[in-house]
């Protein structure tokens, strides 16, 4: 295993705010990358604010969102709407292997910020840019959130629902996320690609195509003819052994048997009905699927009789697939999460440091940065502007300008 990381020496501008965006360059940055995070001043990046709007939880003196996404980068006041910021701006271009934006279209061209006019500064430049709902298109131009274009717009947030219950709000950022491990792995793509070619590339990616992507094995079967499917009546569903089930203490369970022939008898002994197995509405997949709110009744009384813990020791016992629905408290202890190193401590000098959640992408050759503090707005105004060669009289220069802070 290397020493030295696997991008380190690679330059990224992220000009992106809130999370998709900043949090592809988060992960170019766990693996070595120099990530600037370029901020309005005097507000910065919105996604500062983040953990104050409900229902995200508060904690004390931990601004825990833009720790997530914003970990191990460098940050610099810069008003990009003054003209005196042109010149450092075109100089983190020149300096720049990757650029990451999530501007509108509009935006873009009003602050000069698009693809075209940024390549001829730098033609080996991989431009990264991430929307809503695409780049072309009657809703092109649309404001966006995850839960809008990733959840909503895609038809996840209609799937993944009850019968008859109003759709529910997603987790914040987890459209986010997922959107953001697709921009950077375009990203390592145009890298791979600039090793062939010797020239840099534009890099898209959507909310909208990634939520489609999501929901794209239902999603491929409405595209063939397939009638689509409604949500799911847990009651009377297409299948009782692909279902969840309440214990005694009100926890949840799903169950999610594939190879029914083998596991139905394993199972009606394991929950002390082998009876059921004689049972000629229960005996083979087309009758099960037939009487599944009979089976559901069965077993919804059959799970309420015992709690959680006894269930998994019976359901373990017996070699069979199921799933715990856990809290949020249980997944921030699970020891298995904890022993494949998905929570890892961020290395802030104190003597008991937080745990943050580490990227999903790994390569067993390469050692990760340890995750280091987010910068707090403008902390790294004064050494990036150095790095690109102003001297003293001309950073007074920006500042008489007010383009940067």
């Excluded at 990616?205 to 499917?229: N, R, Y």
Aim: charged content about 25%; some cysteine.
């Amino acid at each position: 295993m290397s020493n030295t990381p696997l991008l380190e020496g690679l330059h990224v501008v992220d000009l992106a705010s809130f999370i998709a965006g900043p949090a592809a360059a988060a992960v170019l940055g766990d693996f070595g990358a120099d990530v600037i995070k370029v901020e309005p001043p005097q507000v910065g990046d919105a996604y500062r604010s983040l953990s104050r709007i409900p229902p995200n939880p508060h904690v004390e003196g931990v601004n825990y969102p833009w720790q997530l996404d914003n970990r191990n980068k460098r940050s610099i006041a810069l008003n990009l709407k003054s003209p005196g910021a042109r010149p450092v701006l075109e100089s983190l271009v020149r300096r720049a292997d990757v650029l990451v934006t999530n501007f509108p279209p509009h935006t873009r061209e009003k602050l000069g910020l698009e693809y075209d006019a940024l390549v001829p500064l730098n033609p080996r430049l991989i431009y990264a840019d991430v929307t809503g709902f695409g780049e072309e298109g009657p809703d092109a131009h649309l404001p966006d959130f995850d839960v809008t274009a990733y959840w909503a717009r895609s038809g996840l947030m209609d799937l993944t629902r009850q019968r008859d219950v109003p759709p529910a709000m997603n987790a914040f950022g987890s459209g986010d996320h997922s959107t953001a491990i697709t921009l950077f792995a375009g990203i390592m793509t145009a890298l791979c690609r600039r090793e062939r070619t010797g020239r840099g590339a534009r890099v898209t990616a959507s909310l909208l195509a990634d939520g489609a992507w999501a929901a794209s094995m239902w999603l491929q079967a409405v595209l063939v003819g397939a009638k689509p499917p409604r949500p799911i009546d847990r009651s009377d569903p297409p299948n009782a052994l692909g279902n969840t089930y309440r214990t005694a203490d009100d926890r949840w369970i799903v169950l999610v048997f594939v190879n029914e022939d083998k596991q139905v008898p394993l199972f009606l002994k394991a929950i002390g009905r082998p009876e059921a197995a004689e049972n000629p509405r229960y005996a083979d997949t087309p009758s099960r699927r037939a009487h599944a709110a009979e089976i559901v009744a069965l077993l919804d009384k059959t799970f309420a009789t015992r709690s959680l813990a006894e269930w998994r020791e019976v359901l373990d016992a017996a070699g069979l697939t199921y799933g715990v629905v856990q809290t949020l408290d249980e997944c921030a202890h699970d020891p298995q999460l904890l022993a494949n190193r998905v929570f890892v401590p961020i290395d802030d000098g104190s003597d008991e440091p937080h745990l943050t959640i580490d990227s999903p992408v790994r390569l067993d050759q390469e050692q990760k940065v340890r995750p280091g503090p987010a910068p707090d707005l403008g902390e790294h105004t004064e050494s990036v502007r150095r790095d690109l060669g102003f001297d003293t009289a001309g950073i007074e220069d920006l500042r008489r300008a007010e383009a940067v802070a």
